[in-house]
Structure formats: C-alpha cells, structure tokens
C-alpha cells in the first residue's frame, strides 16, 4: 500500500491510476479504523481498480474543542489495517497540508442542515462538505464510498456533489454493528466499560421506534416514547430524535405505510456523543 502525506504526492498517483485507465475508488474516514471502514474498503475494491482511503481527523468540522482533541488518533493501527484489508493507497495528511490558510468559502445546504446532526452542531456540514470538496478534487474518484450511519451527512454529501456537479458517484453502505446491535464509531472506544454493556440500548430504541412507525403509531408518539425510554436509564443524555423523511430529512407529522423514512438519534453516553439511524419502508 502506497502512503501519501502530500497533496501533491496524491494528485501524481492519481494522475498516472486515471492515465492508465484505472477506475479509482475513495474512502474518506477520521481514522481510529473499525470494520465498518473496512467493509467500506473492500466495497469500493470490489467495485473499482485501486483504492485510495483518508485519514484525516478534520478540525473544520469539530464544534466542540473537546471532542476534537478526544478524538482517537491510531495512524499505525489504521495503516496495517488498511494495508491488510487490501487498499491500494493511503492519504494521510497533515491539518497544515489540508488547510495551508483558512477557509473563506461557506456551505449552507438549507433545510437538510436545519435538523438533527446541522441543528445540534452548527458548523459541522460546512466543514464536512469543505474536507470532502478538496478530498474530491484531490482524489478524483470515480466512486466515493460513505457510511449510512452519517445518514445526514450521506444526504448531505450528495446534495454537495449534485449542486457542484462533481464527476463522481456517491456510494451509501450500511452500517456495520456489533452482535449486540452497536453501531460500529471510531468513538465507542471511548466508552467506559459498563457505558459499553449499555450502549445497545440505543439500537433497541430504534427498532422498537420503527416497529411502532410501521404499525401506525404517529411520529411524534414514537419519537416521545425513545426519548423517554433514554432519558429512564440515567447514563444517557438525548440530545434528539426524529423521525424524518428518509431524503428531504424533514420531520414527519404523519407517516403513510411504505413511505421512506429514517429514525435518527443522537445522545451522550458516559461523555461520549453517539448517533445512530434506522431506515423504515421505502
Ligand atoms: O464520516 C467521517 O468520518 C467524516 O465526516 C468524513 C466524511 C471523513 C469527513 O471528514
């Protein structure tokens, strides 16, 4: 596996991959690398020719300092791992070869901003879909390759590709759990141990929420029952749930059988903020 810290480095492989008719395939991540990054590598090597993944824990996209410098760092770890999962190529930048001067230029992606992950973290889309901007016009992918449990951001990521007309397709994969239900996040490593044994509840939420939707029950009855369901065990904070529609993002007053939607949820565990998503109908 080739490691890149340059962009430059980065721009001349994919040069000669494109030259060489190489379909390329990329991988953003922050690192801290877990299988579901790892299903999201062998994805996109199963679809495209070489495989470029990122690791780079984005500063622009923090709006609490503390979980910046809480996010975990494992560059050794993360590079064996890809290396053994068979990626191609590495980009593991610097924040000064990312960010040379600040950034002036702004996102707004107006109503799929306003709710949930925009809502609760002001700032975190434009900084999002700034890192992704330039890891696109870096990498030149023809496939890039997200996880659905970032469902806003996924949302988000394709309204930015759509709207700058990016040359490049938008793969969602979906979330990888562990046997309990836990969504796979760099962050669950930061959990305490009896924050762990407790952490599926958050999953249990969400399946008895989508049960109840698909029976008939009313959005806002079901996003009241998780959020009281959370807030009985004491470990946890809620900072939301919502029951949206699964494209627009919009809350849902009413669901109609069939209709896509997804149930989003995002809450603190023992300091650790956690988010997770399940989709129903559609
Ligand atoms: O999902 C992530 O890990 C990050 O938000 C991403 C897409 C790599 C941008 O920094």
Redesign the pocket.
Known sequence: MKIFVTAAELRTYVAAARGAGQRLGLV???GALHTGHLALVRTALAATDAVVA?V?V?PT?FNNPDDFRLYPRVPDADAALLESAGCTALFAPAPEEMYPAPTVLRFDFGPLERVMEGAHRPGHFNG?AT??SKLLHLAQPHQAF??QK?WQ?LAVVRQLVADLSFDVEIVGCPTVRESDGLALSSRNRRLTPEGRAVAPLLYQVLQTAAARLAQGAAPAAVQAQALATLSDNPRFTAEYVEVADALTLQPLAAYASGQPAVICLAAHLDGVRLIDNVVVGG
């Open positions: 953003p991540t922050m990122t780079f984005n996209q999002v890192v992704v997200f996880g970032d951001q």
